[in-house]
């Protein structure tokens, strides 16, 4: 197995990565069930890393659907500490124009509770912190990586996600906004929080697609689409100028889930053992 530290999950419209060489599809059993699919080996300018696509390569899984659990689960057994998270987004304040890339530090949960959202359950109790759920010195690289792409970009910000798959109302978008909330979305959380648990840094590049509902003005889904083609351009540069930097020159962190684990080792199953031996070490 590769040495890889790095894992690139892309949102929607990432589906592969243009330009980028495949050298290995991987399939990986978890104690959750599959993830959303194959993680692929890939390469780019010399530096391997990790390539997920959160809903699938044909997006076949709504926001709700997607296997979080097994996700983050399945890049930690494979040896990832550091994950990108490549997701669009609606923008809920003015600055954040379309097309511009937000380095979000934040997240308010406003999702409904369908989805499994925590590695400690069926007996097992733990607690990990999620005051900075943005590993900060990863998301100020990748910050710096969109400047040297030419990627119009917003260091910080608050990213809140609702359940989906429906877009906001007039009215709930303005809620949002009033909220303070710098952009919405539908996936990274619980994705932001897992890696968390697992003890890994994680950090989201948020794509502008739209105003949301808040701005008098209606957008068509097609609308969406012609934008996220073109985020997908900018993509392809920030990618090309993240990855090599970061796997050259790989981040420090401290894991904040040593200690997380309150239920006595003696009572532990074997379940929750082949969960820990991963997520711990």
Same mark, same amino acid.
């Given at each position: 197995?590769?040495? =890889?530290?790095?894992?690139?999950?892309?949102?929607? %419209?990432?589906?592969k990565?243009?330009?980028?060489?495949?050298?290995?599809?991987?399939?990986?059993?978890?104690?959750?069930?599959?993830?959303?699919?194959e993680?692929?080996?890939?390469?780019v300018?010399?530096?391997?890393?990790?390539?997920?696509p959160?809903?699938?390569?044909?997006?076949?899984f709504?926001?709700?659907?997607?296997?979080?659990?097994?996700?983050?689960?399945a890049?930690k057994?494979l040896?990832?500490? $550091?994950?990108?998270?490549i997701?669009?987004?609606?923008?809920? *304040?003015?600055?954040?124009?379309?097309? *511009?890339?937000?380095?979000?530090?934040?997240?308010?949960?406003? $999702?409904? %509770?369908?989805?499994?959202?925590?590695f400690?359950?069926?007996g097992?109790?733990g607690?990990?912190?999620?005051?900075?759920?943005?590993?900060?010195?990863?998301? @100020?690289? +990748?910050?710096?990586?969109?400047?040297r792409?030419?990627?119009t970009?917003? +260091?910080? %910000?608050?990213?809140?996600? =609702?359940?989906?798959?429906?877009?906001s109302?007039?009215?709930?978008?303005?809620?949002?906004?009033?909220?303070?909330?710098?952009?919405?979305?539908?996936?990274?959380?619980?994705?932001?929080? +897992?890696?968390?648990?697992?003890?890994?840094?994680?950090?989201?590049?948020?794509?502008?697609?739209d105003?949301d509902?808040?701005?008098?003005?209606?957008?068509?889904v *097609?609308?969406?689409?012609?934008?996220?083609? &073109?985020?997908?351009v900018?993509? *392809?540069?920030?990618v @090309?100028?993240?990855?090599?930097?970061l796997? @050259?020159?790989?981040? $420090?962190?401290t894991?904040?889930?040593?200690?997380?684990?309150?239920?006595?080792q003696?009572?532990? &199953?074997?379940?929750?053992?082949?969960?820990?031996e991963? =997520?711990?070490k």
């Amino acid at each position: 197995m590769a040495d =890889i530290k790095l894992a690139v999950i892309g949102g929607s %419209g990432i589906y592969k990565l243009d330009g980028i060489n495949l050298l290995n599809k991987i399939k990986v059993s978890t104690p959750f069930g599959d993830p959303s699919t194959e993680i692929m080996e890939c390469e780019v300018e010399g530096a391997k890393f990790y390539f997920l696509p959160r809903h699938g390569h044909a997006h076949t899984f709504t926001p709700s659907e997607v296997n979080y659990r097994a996700n983050i689960f399945a890049l930690k057994k494979l040896g990832v500490n $550091t994950i990108v998270s490549i997701s669009a987004v609606g923008s809920l *304040q003015e600055e954040y124009a379309p097309r *511009q890339f937000v380095m979000v530090d934040q997240f308010i949960d406003w $999702t409904k %509770g369908l989805r499994a959202r925590s590695f400690f359950d069926k007996g097992i109790v733990g607690h990990v912190s999620t005051a900075d759920p943005i590993e900060k010195s990863l998301s @100020k690289r +990748l910050y710096e990586a969109c400047q040297r792409a030419e990627v119009t970009s917003h +260091l910080g %910000g608050t990213y809140i996600c =609702i359940e989906g798959p429906q877009f906001s109302t007039r009215a709930e978008s303005k809620l949002y906004k009033s909220f303070g909330a710098s952009v919405i979305g539908m996936t990274n959380v619980p994705e932001a929080f +897992l890696a968390k648990e697992a003890g890994m840094a994680y950090a989201t590049v948020a794509m502008v697609t739209d105003y949301d509902g808040w701005k008098e003005e209606h957008c068509s889904v *097609q609308e969406i689409m012609d934008v996220m083609k &073109s985020n997908y351009v900018s993509a *392809q540069r920030f990618v @090309k100028e993240a990855i090599p930097d970061l796997v @050259k020159n790989p981040i $420090t962190f401290t894991p904040e889930n040593t200690y997380a684990v309150m239920t006595d080792q003696s009572l532990h &199953s074997a379940y929750h053992k082949e969960i820990l031996e991963v =997520i711990l070490k």
